[in-house]
């Protein structure tokens, strides 16, 4: 079983930077499927952008590709979001999750009940 804890959320005017980081414990996060995932305010958690299995690939949602990074440290245990260029419609609770499925379905990933484990979340404000 694997234990996540997100950090680095905040407020940040639009166009600016954040860096979230989810850093796991009990297990590696290499042994999953990591993905960070976001709850706007009256709206679905969304998928946001996966990290793994096969060969550290990345995917990431339309609404974000290119303005926002996921990373893994494997020496620190920890997964990255570099969010850059940040927007209002980015304001969320963001989490971080593990996935122990590997499939070749991108799609899968896209579904929160993919997922096994999940970080308590934190929170993004963009002020426009």
């Known amino acids: 079983q694997v234990r996540l804890e997100e950090s680095g959320g905040g407020l940040v005017q639009a166009g600016g930077s954040l860096r979230l980081s989810c850093t796991a414990s009990?297990?590696?996060?290499?042994?999953?499927?990591m993905g960070w995932l976001r709850q706007a305010p009256g709206k679905e958690r969304e998928f946001v952008a996966r990290?793994?299995?096969?060969?550290?690939?990345?995917y990431y949602a339309d609404s974000v590709k290119g303005r926002f990074t996921i990373s893994g440290d494997n020496a620190k245990n920890t997964v990255y979001l570099q969010m850059n260029n940040l927007k209002s419609e980015d304001t969320a609770v963001y989490y971080c999750?593990?996935?122990?499925?590997?499939?070749?379905?991108?799609?899968?990933?896209?579904?929160?009940?993919?997922?096994?484990?999940w970080g308590q979340g934190t929170q993004v404000t963009v002020s426009s």
């Open positions: 009990g297990r590696t996060f290499s042994s999953y499927v």
């Open positions: 999750a593990a996935a122990s499925s590997r499939l070749w379905d991108d799609s899968y990933y896209f579904r929160s009940l993919s997922y096994d484990y």
């Open positions: 990290l793994g299995w096969r060969a550290g690939s990345t």
